[in-house]
């Protein structure tokens, strides 16, 4: 940052004042995503969203421009360069948290130059740590300004260990999973001094790593690759290459040159009006990111993608007796976590040629009579469901390491809730649900758009829109809950509700069987302490 700022900014007259009061017309084509397919809106993680992004496409900013902006953004725009710092060392945080997992990457060396790149290290080490990972910190030129103290005394505060340069090992292969390099930003010039030639050095020792396959940990410039001129890149191909770069505001021209794994964009503060100005192209942030990916994700080995599941024990002490019961306590945790739709089910039909289909279906109820869902009688699942009446549901939650299955046998629900069901909806899904005629081929989309125009004037007096005939909800009536919770190194819990016949007789109502069952299981477990029903499966999968 340059903190003076410069007179023709400080003059009375805003340069940005018309655009500031007029941002929605003109600036915003600016922040329009770039090469926005429609199923972007639909992603909450910038990896979601990896392939859509082109970085040819992103602008680029000279070493001047992003002073300039940088000036701009802290005198006319209001900022303070502490809020800024924050927001980038978050970004820092946020895109690293994304691609290197604290499970496996936990161990992070922040190296923190004397500007605000340095700063925005001090940030994202804190960050981190809240994140889970275990940061230490290399900050060998201090600055003594209240910004930069302030960040060490909160750094101290959380036992975050300051390492000297002496202190750091020559080799930094063993002792760290993770190198943030902030050591220099945009305003970097010529060739680095002590200490941080050397420690530059030190990083570029890592390369010979690659060579030998050997796990090294990887390298994580913030804004500019340390050493690299900031518009012309690595000059003689002798700097750092780092796995990740994380641009900040927008792209500097060195970025072109970078070609490691994972490239971030980060920043997310960019007034309308400064991209208007140095007319910047840059990609939408999915949801409430501060990070986004820039440029392809990189090409994975699909066998070795796993998850080491960590959770709580599902013992079946601390099931309830009752599955549906069992089934509302995991969703309403579900909802607690946040998580996006988790009504959201894969329903299973197999129709009379035995060929098992699946898709995804929304759960609009469940009570002791069932788990409804509503759907198009004339769809594929519809026609599967009429010529066998049997079903699976499947609900996954991630972020929960939680699966549940629940199977049985499938009918339609009255007319009267369908009926109910349908007037409940927006009216927009009400014509959606007339127009679409599921599982059909059409001549193209424009047919769905005319048809829906001409019903939304049709019902634009908001007169009652009749529900077709042809559309309605099935209500699955369990026969078999299983649930699962994902544990470490694939010891997971699986418990499993079925029911059984009480005497060779199974009552017509599932879930008067099922009481009788958890009677018959407490009777049962009194007397030789095994609990029948719940059957607990610890599976390799
Ligand atoms: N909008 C923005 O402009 C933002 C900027 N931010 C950060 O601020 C950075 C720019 O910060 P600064 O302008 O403070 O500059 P830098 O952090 O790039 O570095 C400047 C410092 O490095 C020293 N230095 C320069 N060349 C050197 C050399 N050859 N050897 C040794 N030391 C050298 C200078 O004396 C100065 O102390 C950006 O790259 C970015 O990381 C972010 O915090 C947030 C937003
Ligand atoms: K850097």
């Not at 890592?206 to 396959?213: A, C, E, F, P, V």
């Amino acid at each position: 940052y340059h903190y003076n700022t410069s007179p023709a900014i400080k003059s009375t007259c805003n340069p940005f004042s018309p655009l500031v009061s007029n941002q929605s017309s003109s600036s915003s084509v600016f922040l329009r995503p770039v090469s926005a397919p429609a199923i972007r809106a639909f992603c909450s993680k910038s990896d979601a969203m990896s392939s859509a992004q082109n970085s040819d496409s992103v602008s680029h900013l000279t070493q001047r421009e992003a002073a300039e902006i940088d000036e701009t953004l802290m005198g006319p725009l209001g900022f303070s360069v502490d809020q800024l710092m924050e927001l980038a060392g978050l970004s820092v945080a946020t895109s690293i948290a994304e691609a290197y997992k604290a499970s496996e990457y936990d161990r992070v060396l922040a190296i923190c130059g004397p500007g605000n790149n340095g700063g925005d290290g001090l940030v994202a080490a804190r960050q981190l740590y809240h994140f889970g990972y275990k940061p230490f910190v290399c900050y060998p030129k201090r600055t003594q300004k209240p910004l930069y103290t302030g960040l060490v005394t909160q750094l101290e505060s959380l036992s975050i260990p300051f390492l000297s340069v002496e202190d750091l090992p020559l080799d930094f292969s063993k002792d760290f999973d993770i190198i943030v390099d902030a050591m220099f930003g945009f305003s970097f010039h010529g060739t680095p001094r002590p200490p941080f030639d050397d420690l530059i050095k030190r990083l570029l020792c890592l390369h010979g790593y690659d060579q030998t396959r050997q796990k090294r940990p990887v390298i994580v410039s913030v804004d500019i690759p340390s050493g690299w001129h900031v518009e012309e890149g690595d000059i003689g191909d002798e700097g750092i290459k780092p796995d990740m770069l994380v641009s900040l505001t927008a792209p500097k021209l060195c970025a072109k040159k970078f070609s490691g794994p994972h490239h971030f964009l980060g920043g997310r503060f960019v007034p309308p009006v400064i991209a208007h100005k140095y007319k910047l192209r840059l990609p939408p942030y999915p949801g409430t990111s501060m990070c986004v990916r820039i440029g392809k994700a990189p090409s994975v080995d699909i066998s070795a993608l796993r998850e080491n599941y960590i959770s709580p024990e599902f013992l079946e002490e601390q099931v309830e007796s009752d599955p549906i019961n069992q089934f509302r306590k995991w969703f309403d945790d579900a909802i607690a976590a946040g998580l996006r739709e988790p009504n959201a089910m894969a329903l299973s039909t197999v129709g009379k040629d035995g060929k098992p289909s699946s898709r995804m279906v929304l759960l609009k109820g469940v009570d002791r009579d069932g788990f409804v869902w509503y759907t198009n009688y004339e769809s594929r699942k519809a026609c599967e469901l009429c010529e066998n009446p049997h079903a699976s549901l499947l609900f996954y939650w991630d972020g929960l390491n939680r699966q549940v299955r629940v199977e049985g046998s499938v009918e339609k629900v009255s007319d009267e809730e369908s009926e109910q069901y349908f007037h409940s909806r927006p009216r927009g899904s009400q014509i959606g649900a007339i127009v679409s005629k599921q599982s059909s081929v059409i001549p193209g989309r424009h047919v769905l758009y005319q048809q829906y125009k001409e019903l939304e004037e049709k019902f634009s007096d908001w007169s009652l829109i009749p529900k077709p005939e042809f559309w309605g909800g099935y209500r699955l009536k369990p026969e078999l809950f299983e649930f699962w919770q994902g544990q470490t190194s694939r010891l997971h819990d699986r418990l499993q509700y079925s029911p059984q016949e009480i005497n060779g007789k199974r009552d017509g109502n599932f879930l008067v069987l099922l009481k009788k069952v958890l009677l018959c299981w407490k009777c049962e477990a009194s007397i030789n302490k095994t609990p029948q029903p719940i059957k607990r499966v610890l599976m390799m999968i």
